[in-house]
């Protein structure tokens, strides 16, 4: 991925900044890290969070009293993009006030920053993202601190239960709503030894359970030499011994290969669950959007699915109001939603993304009130077939790994991704995979006691 860019404006400021704390009267120590979007940008974040604190710094839960505010952004929809720019109109104040450090990265960071440099002044460093190492040297000389074995190895000294571990970035498919290949690049996998040591050290630290995470992740090592596949690394990490469950997030219906589907199958400790992205019913649709499979190709991968993986949870992404969706288009993806039966629906109403081919092709012609109406059809009809699939597990034993505990309310997640509170634990089960039996359910998640 490329370098970090400082913005100009920021070099004025440093002199100063050293000046005033070589005179000791205040240590600028106090960071905080402003996460949205996707669970890719949740783990660069997070790496981030581990470099700030190897350099000495405190976490900040307020962003008006942090003295480094670093924003990990999203602009896979336009409202993520909106609350970014807000929050840095109120940084600037905050800027002027407390002289903050603010960095910007995640996929706000386009290729050159010039434009954006310009329009918020008040950002001294644009990183694209996974730039980490970058982010910490700049605030490391920002401070007139040493980075020196700050970048390395970014792993947290405490793992979560549930941790997520990118190991592709980026995406060569360029479809045509999606801003991705733009601001993430194309496939770049990372070493599968690489990734096999940080998971190994995740696990060491307390990890159970980990997520690979790319745009694309069934194309995992296609890039690398020699080629490696998902199933590779599946098998590899497998043999850790303390990690007890993997997951993987997303796929792509063109690269869910027949021994991907087998080795999702035939490992234990592979999760059944898959996220397949549909996004449209309509061929015509799916035409325009350059997905390049059908609607047949698609519901023929489900039906292979399932017919390997028999108890396999499916979840997908959707689009609506894709431009030129008529009713006929958009009643084809309900009927899809009906014939498949996903667990979960990730469902969006279509808005334009600059430098998109869609942005700079094709009109956005669909009224946001049609978008709404089929944004709340979608959801309606979701809940419905949720709440139907979810019934079928009243009564039955399933094993739940407990990750925390919301509202004095212990919670963890089955093998096929269900949210379950679960009923009469204490604390010791926290990490733990206990046996429970689901005494109720609603569309959203399951209630279950220890059994
Ligand atoms: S496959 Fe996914 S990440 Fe890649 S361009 Fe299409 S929608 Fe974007």
């Not at 869910?256 to 649709?285: D, W, Y």
């Not at 059908?294 to 993986?309: G, Y």
């Not at 969006?348 to 092709?361: L, N, V």
């Amino acid at each position: 991925m490329g370098g970090v860019l400082p913005h100009a404006g920021s070099n004025p400021a440093l002199p100063a900044i050293k000046k005033y704390m070589t005179t000791k009267t205040k240590i600028k120590d106090k960071f905080h890290i402003w996460t949205v979007g996707c669970q890719m940008n949740v783990a660069d974040s997070q790496r981030v969070d581990v470099g700030l604190k190897r350099l000495g710094l405190n976490e900040e839960k307020n962003i008006e009293d942090a003295d480094i505010v670093v924003l990990n952004t999203c602009v896979v929809r336009q409202s993520a993009e909106d609350t970014a720019t807000g929050l840095l109109g109120r940084l600037a104040k905050q800027k002027k006030r407390k002289s903050t450090f603010i960095c910007v990265t995640g996929c706000m960071v386009e290729s050159t920053t010039k434009t954006l440099a310009e329009r918020f002044p008040q950002v001294d460093l644009w990183a694209k993202p996974q730039d980490t190492p970058k982010i910490i040297e700049n605030i490391a000389d920002f401070l007139n601190l040493s980075s020196d074995g700050c970048v390395e190895n970014l792993i947290p000294e405490k793992s979560k239960y549930a941790e997520f571990v990118p190991i592709v970035q980026g995406c060569d498919k360029f479809c045509t709503f999606c801003v991705i290949p733009y601001r993430r690049g194309r496939e770049t996998s990372k070493p599968l030894q690489q990734i096999s040591d940080e998971i190994n050290q995740l696990v060491l630290n307390g990890a159970k359970e980990v997520t690979l995470l790319g745009q694309n992740v069934d194309s995992y090592g296609h890039d690398l030499n020699p080629k490696k596949d998902l199933s590779d690394l599946m098998h590899s990490i497998h043999d850790i011994s303390e990690l007890q469950r993997i997951r993987f997030l997303t796929s792509h219906p063109n690269d869910m290969s027949i021994k991907l589907i087998n080795t999702i199958n035939e490992l234990p400790k592979v999760c059944k669950c898959i996220n397949l992205p549909f996004q449209a019913g309509s061929n015509r649709i799916l035409a325009n959007m350059r997905r390049g499979y059908t609607r047949d190709q698609f519901l023929r991968k489900i039906d292979q699915i399932r017919q390997i993986i028999p108890d396999v949870t499916l979840t997908t992404d959707l689009i609506v109001g894709f431009p030129g969706e008529t009713d006929q288009d958009f009643n084809d993806s309900i009927e899809l939603l009906n014939i498949v039966n996903f667990d979960k629906v990730h469902v969006a109403a279509y808005s334009e993304r600059k430098g998109t081919f869609a942005f700079r092709q094709i009109q956005d012609d669909v009224p946001i009130n049609i978008k709404r109406e089929r944004l709340n059809e979608v959801n309606k009809l979701q809940d419905k077939i949720q709440n139907d699939l979810n019934s079928k597990y009243l009564g039955n034993n399933y094993e739940v790994l407990i990750e925390g505990k919301n509202r004095e309310k212990f919670y963890g997640r089955t093998e096929g991704d269900k949210l379950v509170y679960v009923e009469n634990l204490s604390e010791d089960f926290l990490g733990e995979i206990v046996k429970t039996k689901i005494i109720d359910f609603s569309p959203y998640s399951l209630v279950a006691e220890k059994i």
